[in-house]
């Protein structure tokens, strides 16, 4: 039977690296697949649409993003909202909670999952079209570990990492097919993730579509605290 790894107090542990996560992922842990300048980083697109930003306030920064993306582009934005220059245009927009881990969460390693990698690309694909639980692209499981549960050798359930600002990792693609819900399978994948997130010395975070309710009621059962409520943006850059 494995322990389950308590989480250290640390007062030094800042959360507020978690109002720009992406840009601290781009920055320090993906810093190998950032693409971008001093101001604005991206993830390749067959990786992550995810976007980040140094600041919104710096007066260059919109000069940035189009740097980066060019003329006419759709351009995430994500646990910002800032206000748009001229010319700019929003084109989606969703409202959405961040979450994170309290001492309440039990991590706990699940011996039915298994790890997921290139080969399982199409499968996991699959499971996401079927399920939605947020972006998902050919090269995502390259953010982190991805874990999966089969039944009759087909995947039913699946859950990983993708962003990994600094002494943090977030739980994401958590997804189980509607025949096989109401087994525990989503909380068991999410409780394995994040054991071997704690084994690792970070701590996790999740984020999820406000309108999800049941899910987040679900991960505050676990013993994750909503954080702060955010927004999602598509924005177009001028043509």
Do not use: C
């Not at 994170?100 to 990698?117: C, F, K, N, S």
């Not at 699946?158 to 509607?178: F, K, N, Q, Y």
Request: aromatic fraction near 6%; hydrophobic fraction near 40%.
């Amino acid at each position: 039977m494995t322990t389950a790894i308590p989480l250290e107090p640390d007062t030094a542990l800042d959360e507020a690296i978690l109002d720009n996560p992406a840009w601290s992922s781009l920055t320090g842990a993906h810093a190998h697949f950032a693409i971008g300048n001093e101001l604005v980083k991206r993830y390749p697109d067959d990786v992550s649409p995810f976007t980040g930003v140094r600041s919104w306030s710096d007066p260059d920064v919109w000069d940035a993003v189009i740097d980066v993306f060019g003329t006419g582009a759709v351009v995430s934005v994500s646990n910002a909202d800032p206000e748009l220059p001229e010319g700019w245009v929003e084109v989606s927009r969703g409202a959405g909670v961040q979450l994170i881990e309290t001492d309440r969460l039990q991590p706990a390693p699940l011996d039915e999952a298994v790890e997921l990698g290139a080969d399982d690309v199409e499968e996991m694909l699959a499971i996401v079209a079927r399920n939605q639980p947020g972006p998902f692209r050919p090269r995502t499981h390259e953010l982190g570990r991805y874990i999966g549960i089969r039944r009759d050798g087909r995947l039913v359930a699946m859950a990983g990492e993708r962003l990994h600002p600094d002494g943090w990792t977030e739980i994401s693609a958590v997804s189980v097919d509607a025949e096989h819900r109401r087994q525990g399978l989503a909380s068991r994948l999410v409780l394995d993730v994040a054991f071997h997130i704690r084994e690792r010395g970070s701590r996790a975070m999740m984020h999820a579509s406000a309108s999800n309710v049941n899910a987040i009621v679900g991960y505050e059962k676990l013993g994750f605290h909503l954080r702060k409520r955010t927004a999602f943006l598509g924005v177009r850059t001028p043509q």
